[in-house]
């Protein structure tokens, strides 16, 4: 399944919580940056098992993602195309 990159996942359902200055616990993960319209894991490829095996099965792109950037699979298709550019030649 390829990842849309826009952190909902992260944000909502992050293994990695972490407590605000009130006690309350945040669920999104502290791992988690931005660039642009992209979500960055920073700890990616030490990322915790609960992240790597995150997983729709069935599903080619992430269905949460399409959702909340309200794509359809060929607009999926071309972000994921753009991010994986962007990962090779620009950063």
């Not at 502290?30 to 069935?58: M, T, W």
């Amino acid at each position: 399944m390829y990842c849309l990159r826009c952190g909902e996942c992260c944000r909502t359902m992050s293994p990695l919580e972490r407590e605000r200055a009130d006690g309350l616990a945040n669920d999104s993960c502290r791992a988690l940056s931005f660039r642009g319209d992209v979500s960055i894991c920073g700890i990616y490829f030490n990322r915790p098992k609960q992240c790597a095996d995150h997983e729709y099965a069935s599903y080619k792109f992430c269905p949460i993602g399409m959702q909340i950037l309200n794509v359809n699979r060929e607009e999926a298709a071309a972000r994921v195309q753009l991010i994986d550019f962007r990962e090779a030649y620009l950063e």
